[in-house]
C-alpha cells in the first residue's frame, strides 16, 4: 500500500491538471470578450506643415491584411479602417485632427463571421449621439449583400442590417438615412428597430449618380438623362440642358446643398441653382470673374461639393478633345430650361432666330494647347457675394508643408463637406483642413 500511495498522488495530481487544462481550452474556444476600445494606440496624430499626419502603429502580433483611410466625413471627422490577417476588424477614428481612439469590433450576431472577417469598409457616418453607421461590402468577390452596422463610442455593436448600396447619405432627424449605388436605391431606418426597405427609382431612371435626401421626406438625385426630384410622393422629372463646346463623357451629376438651396451640376463647365420649391436658374459659370490667363478654366469647372460656410469647390475636369461636340442651336430653348418653364407657367425661351448664324466650326488646338500647362487648379465660389477664388496648387503647395512623400491631391481626396483634403499613403495619412486653403 505503501508503494501504491506515490503512484496513486500522481495520477491525482495529473487528472486536476488535466480538468484545468481542459477547462482553460473551453474559456479560450468561447464568445470574445465584449467590444470595448483596442489597447495600446494603433495611430497618433502629429502636426505637420498646415496639417496634421496620421501614421498607424501596428503591433507586432498583429500582422496586416490592409489599412484604408476614407474621405473625410461631413462633419469633420475621419475614419481608417485596419484589417488584420487573423480576420479582426478595427477602426481608428480621428477628429479635428486628433487621434480619438481605436475600436475593436466583434462580429454583431446575425452577420455571417466570413464575410465580417474579410469585409471592405466603403463609407461611414457619424451620428448626433456619436454612434458611428459603417457601410461593408462583400471583400471576397462572393458578391454577398452589404451590411450596415450601427457602433456605439464603446466599439459596442448596436444594430446591424443587411440591405443594398456602397454610400451613406443621412436624411434630416437622424433616423435614418438612403444607402445607395449605381442601380439601387434603399433606406435604413432604426427608430423602432433596424430594418432596410429598397425604394423604386423613377420612371426612365435606371442608373444613379448621386442622391441627397432633403428635410420634409424630399429628394433629389440625378441620373445620366438629367435630374430628378421628390416631393409629396411625386417625381419631377428635369432633362439634361443642351451640353457646351467641349465633351465630357462619362461625368456624372453632382448635387451640393448650400444654405436653402442645392446646386446642381449636370456637366462640367454647367451649373443651376435648384429652390426649395424645385425652381432651377441656370448659372453662367462662363459669366464669372477669373484671371484673364485662366479664363478658359470656367469652363471646365466640376464640381466636388460645398462647405461649412455654402461655398462650392470646383476643381477642373479634363474634357476628350477627340469626341466631336454637339451642335448646339442659336437662340434655341434648352429643354431643361422649357420644362421648367412648363411647369412653373412662365414664359418659355425665344424661339431660334431665322437669320442666326451657325456657329464656327470647333478647333481643338487651342484647348490642346492650353490642357498642356496642367489642371492644379481649384476654384472656390461664394454664391453669397458672387466673388471666384483661384487656388492654384503648385504655386502653394511647398508654403502648405506637405510631407516630402505626399504628392499634389487626387481627385478624390479634396472633401469640401468634411472641411479637409486627406492624401492617404500606404499606412499614412495627411489632413489638412480647407481654412488654411482658403480662408
Partial sequence: MKRALPWILTLLVA???????????????GQAPAAAPATGALFTASPAGSGAIFQLHAAADQPLRSVRFLPALTDGEVIAQVLTQTGDQLVGWFDDGKFMGTLRLQVPENVPQAFFRFANLEDAAVLPDRTLLLLY?????????PWLMAVGPDGATRWSVKGTGTGIALEPGGKSCLVWDAANLGRVSWSAGASFKALPLPDGVSVLDAVLPLAGGRMMLTHPGGMAMLNGGVWTLTPLPDPNELSFPGSLGVLSP??????????????????????????ALTQLAAPTDR?????????????????????????????????????????????TAALT????????SAAAEAPAPFDPAPWMDYLKGGLDRVYVWDPKVNALTLIDWKARWAALGAPSDFSLPLPRSLQPQGGALLLDLDTRAW?????KVAP
Fill in 295 to 339: 479664363a478658359r478654366d470656367l469652363a471646365l469647372l466640376r464640381l466636388v461639393g460645398s462647405d461649412s460656410r455654402g461655398r462650392l469647390w470646383f476643381r477642373l475636369a479634363t474634357p476628350d478633345l477627340t469626341v466631336a461636340p454637339h451642335a448646339v442651336a442659336v437662340n434655341a430653348p434648352s429643354p431643361a430650361l422649357a420644362a
Fill in 137 to 145: 461590402t462583400d471583400g471576397t468577390g462572393g458578391g454577398s449583400a
Fill in 15 to 29: 487528472g486536476a491538471a488535466t480538468a484545468g487544462l481542459y477547462q482553460l481550452g473551453k474559456r479560450q474556444r
Fill in 431 to 435: 489632413w489638412l483642413p480647407l481654412e
Fill in 258 to 283: 448650400s444654405g436653402d438651396a442645392v446646386y446642381w451640376q449636370p456637366r462640367p463647365g454647367q451649373l443651376a441653382k435648384v429652390a426649395a420649391d424645385g425652381t432651377i436658374a441656370p448659372i
Fill in 345 to 352: 407657367g412662365s414664359s418659355p425661351a425665344p424661339a431660334p
